[in-house]
């Protein structure tokens, strides 16, 4: 099991930048390292959808279209930290996201069913 906790969240106007990260609490006997997380974001009225995708030690990395080169998506293995830099934010970005873990931190995952494990959600408006 584990558990997943998302903060820095808000509003910022067009064009603006936040940075969200994600806490996590490994079950016992398994690091972060060993899990493959991702970022996924939820429209109002809309399907949860990808983001952004990375493996166990960082050196594989995946973005969405809609994101890449704004987004930048890292990990701090000693402190069990996941990170998501927004620049450049569209009110198109405006979404609850989730960070969420695979058990195989082999490789990145960017579908939603490979996710074992997911955060509560922060809520990131952009206003025009």
């Known amino acids: 099991q584990v558990q997943l906790v998302e903060s820095g969240g808000g509003s910022v106007q067009a064009g603006g930048s936040l940075r969200l990260s994600c806490a996590a609490s490994?079950?016992?006997?398994?690091?972060?390292?060993?899990?493959?997380m991702g970022w996924f974001r939820q429209a109002q009225g809309k399907e949860r959808e990808f983001v952004a995708a990375?493996?166990?030690?960082?050196?594989?990395?995946y973005y969405a279209d809609s994101v890449k080169g704004r987004f930048t998506i890292s990990r701090d293995n000693a402190k069990n930290t996941l990170f998501l830099q927004m620049n450049s934010l569209k009110p198109e970005d405006t979404a609850v996201y989730y960070c969420?873990?695979?058990?195989?931190?082999?490789?990145?995952?960017?579908?939603?069913?490979?996710?074992?494990?997911w955060g509560q959600g922060a809520q990131v408006t952009v206003s025009s």
């Open positions: 490994a079950a016992s006997g398994r690091t972060f390292s060993s899990y493959a």
């Open positions: 969420a873990a695979a058990a195989d931190g082999w490789k990145y995952y960017i579908e939603f069913s490979d996710y074992d494990f």
């Open positions: 990375i493996d166990g030690d960082g050196s594989l990395i």
